[in-house]
């Protein structure tokens, strides 16, 4: 059976690689950070009581920060695979925590590649690095390929530059199977709620029940290409199972705007929108509303550009080439834009109607404070 090791096990990609590793046959160890509250909720399904005999996950304290927890971990575990997921990965608070996410994202690829090295396991441990097309930042090229210059825009696209290079370097320097996967944005149900995506499609639930009046968003004309984490995860595996380590592009090819993502998540549910007005005063009103479900009045404005989510420096536009994975590796996406939308939406509408049962029935989450 072979052994994988997760940094941010807890995080949407951990949580869906670790039943995808599982599913194979996988031991499966973990990273996750010590929390005052419980921060297990994406893989709580996954939990083993540690008094049952064959166990296949297993969760572990520590921190990127930490080489020793790193290097006494990995020396226990002694893994076949290392996926290194954990960061600080919110773009836009990179910028209020630049020298944090330095240390998380930059130092901490470092902390990984040197505890290998340090423990003589060059030659049997594997390890993936979650590079991101962030790096292309102010894209020099569209499409983006791994052949297109970086040039980051934010203090988390630059530390995730230099895990990028040291990751290659380990790889040139010590022979080690160290790979990159620059991938482009991935979403899911769990992804985090203040990604724009996630921000998105639970606002849209919440205002087709009535518990929010509104959506306040940042730049709308951004394009990202978005896909579906549990394709990702897929490639991330195949990544570390390729014959020679390589760095791989992983994207749909496909673009979409911030203002376009917001006009499906409604359609979702049936509500039609109308936007009016430019830039920091754009605003959008429901045109209508087909779904019984809602009683949601028309000409309500809805979404409105709030400036207080605009960054001091935006990537305005990705777009991927994941050619070289789809001929070497043979990697298509299954799942596309408008069923990402879908199951995004309707997760969220399920959460949030059972918020609104709990809420009725009495039982409010901050009922002590109350
Ligand atoms: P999430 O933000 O959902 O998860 C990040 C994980 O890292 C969480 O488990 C988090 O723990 C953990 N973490 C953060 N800081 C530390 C630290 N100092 N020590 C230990 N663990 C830490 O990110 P995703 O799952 O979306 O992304 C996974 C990786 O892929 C990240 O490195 C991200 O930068 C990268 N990436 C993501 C893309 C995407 O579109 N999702 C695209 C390209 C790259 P906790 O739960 O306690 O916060
Ligand atoms: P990104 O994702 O920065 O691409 O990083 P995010 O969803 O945060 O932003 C995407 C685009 O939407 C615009 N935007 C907003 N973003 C947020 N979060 N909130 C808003 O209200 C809002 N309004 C508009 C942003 O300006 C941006 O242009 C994600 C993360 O997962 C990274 O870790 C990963 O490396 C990259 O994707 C690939």
Request: charged content about 25%; overall charge negative.
């Amino acid at each position: 059976m072979k052994v994988a090791f997760i940094t941010g096990v807890t995080g949407q990609d951990g949580a869906y690689l670790s039943e995808f590793l599982l599913k194979k046959g996988y031991i499966v160890h973990g990273l996750k950070r010590r929390s005052s509250q419980f921060n297990t909720d994406r893989i709580d399904h996954l939990y083993q009581d540690p008094h049952v005999d064959n166990r296949n996950f297993y969760l572990h304290y520590g921190d990127m920060t930490d080489s020793t927890n790193l290097i006494r971990l990995i020396k226990e575990i002694q893994p076949d695979e290392i996926y290194n997921l954990a960061a600080m990965s919110h773009v836009q608070v990179s910028f209020e925590i630049p020298e944090y996410t330095a240390n998380a994202d930059g130092l901490g690829t470092l902390r990984i590649l040197d505890a290998v090295r340090l423990l003589g396991l060059e030659k049997k441990t594997r390890v993936y690095q979650a590079s991101t097309s962030e790096l292309y930042g102010k894209a020099q090229e569209v499409p983006q390929s791994e052949t297109t210059p970086f040039y980051p825009r934010s203090p988390y696209g630059v530390a995730k530059l230099y895990a990028y290079w040291i990751t290659v370097n380990y790889r040139e320097a010590y022979g080690m199977f160290a790979c990159n996967g620059i991938l482009f944005n991935h979403e899911s149900p769990v992804r985090g709620e203040t990604f724009v995506t996630r921000k998105i499609t639970r606002a849209a639930a919440r205002i087709a029940l009535g518990m929010q009046d509104r959506l306040y968003i940042g730049n709308l004309d951004a394009q990202r290409d978005w896909g579906h984490a549990k394709d990702y995860v897929r490639m991330m595996w195949m990544i570390l199972q390729a014959d020679e380590a390589e760095d791989w592009v992983i994207a749909t090819g496909k673009t979409t705007t911030v203002r376009e993502f917001i006009v499906m998540a409604f359609n979702q549910l049936g509500i039609e929108l109308e936007f009016k007005g430019v830039a920091a005063d754009e605003k959008a009103y429901v045109k209508s509303c087909s779904d019984s479900r809602f009683q949601i009045e028309k000409g309500k404005e809805v979404v409105a550009v709030d400036t207080q989510y605009f960054r001091p420096t935006e990537v305005d536009l990705l777009i991927g080439d994941a050619s070289k994975a789809k001929n070497k590796l043979g990697w298509f996406p299954q799942f596309d834009l408008e069923e990402l939308v879908a199951e995004m939406v309707e997760a969220d509408v399920k959460l949030m109607q059972k918020e609104c049962y709990l809420k009725e029935g009495g039982f409010a989450i901050h009922n002590y404070f109350e």
